[in-house]
């Protein structure tokens, strides 16, 4: 059986991700009183941690540990201590796919979808 080695993800990839979830918080904040949810906290630490983790592996110490640092705050303030999830998405699919969903033909009675 062939092991395969985990794809390591992208700086892009992951400061794309912490920039989006970082506006839509502040859209989502502008002009009221509100904190985050711990869910959204866990997904900062997520992405914190994994960055931490890429500058880690490249040699750029001083800012893995800053990044560590402010996933460790993202952390406490969930208020968690056991495993975590994060926000998980699907890959994109590797070709396009057009459907033709219109019907050839026009079928008699009631036109009601419901």
């Known amino acids: 059986m062939r092991t395969t080695k985990p794809r390591s993800e992208s700086l892009w990839s992951l400061s794309a991700d912490l920039v989006s979830a970082k506006v839509l918080a502040w859209v989502a904040t502008a002009g009221r009183d509100a904190e985050l949810t711990p869910e959204a906290h866990i997904f900062f630490f997520d992405r914190y941690r994994r960055l931490a983790e890429y500058h880690r592996a490249h040699g750029r110490l001083r800012r893995a540990n800053r990044l560590q640092a402010k996933a ?43």
């Open 72 to 114: 460790d705050e993202h952390y406490r303030a969930s208020g968690g201590d056991g495993p975590y999830a994060a926000a998980m998405a699907m890959p994109r699919p590797r070709q396009f796919v057009r459907t033709n969903a219109v019907a050839g033909r026009r079928l008699d009675g009631d036109d009601d979808a419901a």
